[in-house]
C-alpha cells in the first residue's frame, strides 16, 4: 500500500473510531470521513472528483489514475471493476468512482414510461417498480441514476412529457418521492440501492412551445406553486442528487443559477446532496450567450453551486488557473467536493467499491420482476371510452381481428429511454393474447400498416377483411418509441402515417373497434375516437404490456387508470390545464364555428373565452378514466366547517360504493378551490388522492386531512402562506367533477 493511501486508511478508521464514540453518530461521522480525506487531496484531485467522462472514452484509464475523474457515465457492467481497481488501487487517495447511468423505467424488466405510472395513481406500486429498477441495474454496478425527471409540463408536444408525471405538481410530487424510496430503499449503503436524481431543477417541463431545451418564460408564482413543489418534496424524502436544467429560467441558465442551486435548493430547503449537470450543460451556457467563455463558463457554474461538471470537460482542467488566479476560491471547490465525497460514502463505496458479478444471473427478468411490470402496467392503462360495455370482451366472442402497426412491435413497447431493455423478452399484445386465448378463439391478424408513421395503405384491404371475418376488432395504434422522448417534439399530435385513415377503413367492416393507443404522450385521437366502440389508452408499456393489455380486455382486471395530463382535442388548445385560473369571461353557451349563421353580426356570439372550431373543453379532462363498473360517491362530511390558520386541521370523508358487478379499484381525488384570495387561484387543485379496491355492492370510506400549508400559496411579497377564507371542496373521480361530492369549510385567523 502506497504510503499516502496508508494514511487515508489511517484517518479514516481515526474517524470511524471517533464516531463510534459519538453519539450523533450517522451524517457527522460521514461529515469527520469527508474532511479527512479532503484535508489530503490536492486541487488537481479535488477537480477531479468534480469531473464525469463517458465510460467509452480510451484516455479514461489514464485519467483515473491520476485522480482526474470522479464518476463514470455509462459504464459497460464488465468494465465496472476493473475501473474501480484502478481507481481505488492505483490512483494516489484510492477514491472510488461513482457509475451514473439513466435508468429511468426499468433497467432490464421495463415497466411503463413514467407518464403511464403515473396513470396508476397507485405510490406503493411505482415504488415496486423502482425497487425492482434498482436491484436490476446495481447488479450490473449503477449506483447513480438520473430519475426521476419530475418536471411538471402542460404541453404533450414535448417528447419528454414521457419521462415525467404530468401536468400536476401534486400527483408529480407523490410519484417522484415513490420512486425515490424504490431506488435508494432504506439504506443507501447496501449495494442493492441507487441514488436518485431530482431533474431538472428547474423549469423545464414549461419549455416555450413545447420544443425541446428551448426557454422556459414563467412567473414567480408558477415557478413557486408548480415547479418547486415536486423537487421541494423529494428533497425532503431524502433524493440523494439533483440535476440542473439545461434550459435558462428569465434569462438564467439553471446551471449556472446561484439562485436555484444555492440559495433555493441549500439555503431555503436545506438539503445537503449533491447537484450534478445536464449533459454539457456547463459548456451550452457559452452557446445560450450567458458566458463567452469556457473558463466563465465553469467559474459560474461552481459558483453557483454546481458540484459535477457532466461530459463538458469543462471543470477539468479550466478550474485549476481559475483557482490560481483567484477567480474561483479553493474553498467553493472543496464545497462542491464534500458533496461528492459525501455522496460515496453515503453509498457505502469506500467499503464495498466493487460489483459482484455473479448477482445479475438471479437478479435480471426475475419471475417476480416480470409479475410486478405486468401489474403497473395493468394499473397504467386507461379506458376512455366503452360503449355498450364492449370491453371486456364476452365470453361469446369467437373470433377476433388483432390490426395496428403497434400490435407486435417490441421495441416500440419498450417507450423511450431504454438503454438496457431488450425487444427479445417484450411480450406484445399479439403474443399475449395468441398465447393466452389463441386455443378458443380465431385470431386474425393483420398489421395493415408496418410501422407508426408508415403511409403505405396496401394491405389496408387485407386488415378490412380480417375485421369482417372477426367479432372484434383490437387495433393498436399509436406512435413508434423514437418519436418522443428527448429532442422528440411534435407539432402535429394526430396519430403519425395513415394510421388515422387506417382506424376510419377498418371501422367501415361494422364490427367494434376496441381501439389501443400506445404511445408516449396524450394524441389527438378525436376523430379514432368516435369511430371506435372502446379505447384503452396504454401508453408504452414496457416488457409486459402484451399480458397486461390481455387482462384488461379479457376481463381478467378492470381498468383503473386515470389520465396524469389533460388530453386536448386539437394542438391549438395547449396548454391546456385542468388547474388553470378563472377567467372573468367563463364560456357560457358556446356558439362553434359550423353554427354561425351567415353574416352574424359581430356582437351576436356574445363574449366569452372559447375556441370557435374547439368549445373550450378537452378531449378528456386530467384525472379521468373509466372502469368496467361504476363507481358512486356520497356522504361528503367534514370533521368541522372551521379551522384556524395556526395548527388547523380537518378531515373529509366520502363513500365510494361499487355500483357494479366486478371487483375493481378507484382513484378518489380531493380537489379544492380557493374562493377568494389576495391572488387569484386556480379554478380547482389536486390536494389528494387515494386508491382503493371495492368488491361489488360494497362501499368504501375514503378520508383526506386538509392543513392550511396544503393551501399555501405564492404572494407578491415573495412568501408563501395560506390566507384565511372559504374554499369550496370536492371528493371526484375526476376533474372533470361529474359525479363528485362537494362541500365548502372556512379558515379563520
Ligand atoms: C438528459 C438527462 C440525462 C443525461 C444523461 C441528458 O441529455 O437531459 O436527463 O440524464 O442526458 O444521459
Redesign the pocket.
Known sequence: MKRSRLITALLLSLALTACLNDRKCGRDAIDDKVEALLSQMTLTEKIGQLNQLDGYIPQLESELREGKVGSV?NCPADRVNRLQHIAVDSSRLGIPLLMGR?VIHGFKTIFPIPLAQAASFNDALVEKGARIAAEEATSAGIRHT?SP?IDVTRDPRWGRIAEGYGEDAYLTSRMGVAVVKGYQGDDLTKPNTMAATA??FAGYGMTESGRDYNICDVSEATLHDYIFPPFKAVADAGAATF?AA?NEVNGVPASGSKRLLNDVLRGEWGWRGMVIS??YSIEQMRIQGYVETLDEAAAVAVNAGMDMD?MSRVYYPNLLELVKNGTVKESVIDDAVRNVLRLKFKLGLFENPYLDENRAASVLYAPEHLQAAREIATESCVLLKNDNNVLPLADNVQSVAVIGPMANAPVEQLGTWCFDGEPDHCVTPLKAITDEYGERLKINYVPGLAYSRDKNENDFSAAVSAARKSDVVLLFVGEEAILSG?AKCRADLNLPGAQGKLVEEVAKAGKPVVLVVMAGRPLTIGKEVEKSAAVLYAFHGGTMAGPALADLLFGKVSPSGKLPVTFPKMVGQIPIYYNQKQTGRPPHDPVLLDDIPLEAKQTSLGFTSYWLDAGVDPLYPFGYGLSYTTFEYTKIQFSSPTMTLKDGRITIFCEVTNKGNRAAKETAQLYIQDIAATMTRPVKELKGYEKVSIEPGETAVVSFDITPDMLAFYHEDGKTYAEPGRFRAWIAPSSSLQGAVEGEFEIKD
Open positions: 457515465l439513466d438520473y425527471m431533474k431538472h440535476m439545461f445536464d449533459y457532466m428527448e
